[in-house]
């Protein structure tokens, strides 16, 4: 079977969305204040959405071969 290059987004959602239902079935959320929750989700989306918009856009750029 052929490996395949790992997908990092789907990851790092995958993680996040477990993390989420653990904090949520533990009832642990006391530590954390709600405001902060919004404001903080939208700065790790972006982050993550900037780091795979450069990691496929090199991807796809190949250099000049000399003949």
């Known amino acids: 079977m052929a490996r395949h290059p790992a997908d990092f987004l ?4 995958g993680l996040l969305f477990a993390a989420t239902g653990l904090v949520l079935l533990s009832g642990g959320i006391d530590w954390v204040s709600l405001e902060w929750v919004g404001p903080l989700a939208a700065i790790v989306l972006g982050a993550v959405l900037i780091l795979v918009a450069r990691s496929s856009g090199r991807a796809g750029v190949e250099e000049p071969t000399e003949r």
């Open 10 to 13: 789907s990851l790092t959602f």
